[in-house]
């Protein structure tokens, strides 16, 4: 796996995460600009789909197994969008700290994900 595009996401998400904890701190919910965010560290999620698929396909499978391994990943994928919508649903503070919550767990999924992969020795 790509260990310069796990970091890029784990960053990516926790700066996604502190804007949004700054709106909530300011008692605003997520705005179109906290969704073009969101859209930016999803984008970053199917591009390691797209390699995990990748590397998996030329031989490189994850240490811990793929089943394991491409489960974490849609997770991964599914978490930005899935806060998003919620946050939607609740326009207030709540919904800016809604999407802090699954950021903060998309940054740690990354750090599970360098695990399950064998910290980066596999390819």
Do not use: N
């Amino acid at each position: 796996m790509l260990t310069p595009l796990t970091v890029t996401l784990a960053v990516a998400a926790l700066v996604l995460a502190a804007w949004c904890g700054w709106a909530a701190y300011r008692d605003q919910p997520t705005k179109d600009w906290h969704f073009l965010g969101m859209a930016a560290v999803t984008l970053l999620a199917l591009a390691q789909l797209v390699v995990g698929i990748v590397q998996t396909a030329r031989g490189h499978p994850a240490a811990d197994g793929s089943v394991i391994f491409f489960s974490y990943l849609v997770g991964v994928v599914a978490c930005v969008p899935v806060v998003g919508l919620l946050s939607l649903t609740e326009r207030t503070k709540w919904g800016s700290l809604t999407v802090v919550a699954g950021a903060v767990v998309l940054a740690v999924l990354q750090v599970r994900l360098y695990d399950i992969w064998g910290g980066g020795t596999g390819g």
